[in-house]
């Protein structure tokens, strides 16, 4: 069975060949727009991810397509990737200290079925010092990340509690995806 990963994210294909899978990467031209005022963000995810997938499964209809968006959410608002160093250093003040929430939308779409869920968890930041701010984003690691952090990374000394799915924060809820692939028949 053919498996493409609808990403260019590194994160999600190298935990993706980590679950043993066979897969070729086509990433999405699909726009990542969040929508305006107040909404669901689990459910925006959901559809981001949703969105993605449709993309290149249009393209590859004999294929079993996967797709993900995660998306950063301190209360109310959605923490995207970074405009610029300035703004990644806003994001990382505005989670020192806090719990936030990380959310992964998961799509997997095949040309029959589409299967959409979504993953949540709980991440809790120590007070980070501003220096610590100031070398993290110098580093740029942050730049392409939502929320201005990579768990897997330096930003992994940030975390004081995690409750809920780690790959979930790093970009792919591993199980609930494993899931999703076994009921599509999918052999891990």
């Not at 610590?132 to 392409?144: C, L, Q, R, T």
Request: charged letters at 25%; aromatic letters at 4%; glycine letters at 8%.
């Amino acid at each position: 069975m053919r498996i493409i990963l609808a990403s260019g994210s590194p994160r999600r294909r190298e935990l993706l060949g980590e679950m043993g899978l066979r897969f070729e990467v086509v990433p999405s031209g699909a726009e990542e727009e969040m929508p305006k005022g107040r909404y669901d963000q689990a459910l925006a995810a959901r559809r981001l991810a949703h969105a993605k997938a449709l993309s290149v499964a249009k393209v590859h209809p004999d294929a079993v397509v996967i797709a993900a968006d995660t998306i950063v959410c301190l209360a109310s608002a959605v923490l995207g990737k970074p405009s610029d160093e300035e703004d990644a250093r806003r994001m990382l003040r505005a989670l020192s200290g806090k719990t936030h929430r990380v959310i992964t939308g998961i799509a997997v779409c095949t040309n029959k079925v589409t299967l959409r869920g979504s993953e949540t968890t709980q991440v809790t930041f120590r007070t980070v010092m501003e220096e610590e701010i100031w070398e993290y984003v110098h580093s740029g690691e942050p730049m392409d990340k939502a929320g201005a952090y990579g768990i897997q990374g330096q930003a992994a000394a940030f975390v004081a509690d995690l409750q809920g799915c780690y790959y979930n924060v790093v970009g792919l809820p591993v199980l609930r995806l494993a899931r999703m692939l076994r009921a599509l028949g999918v052999e891990l």
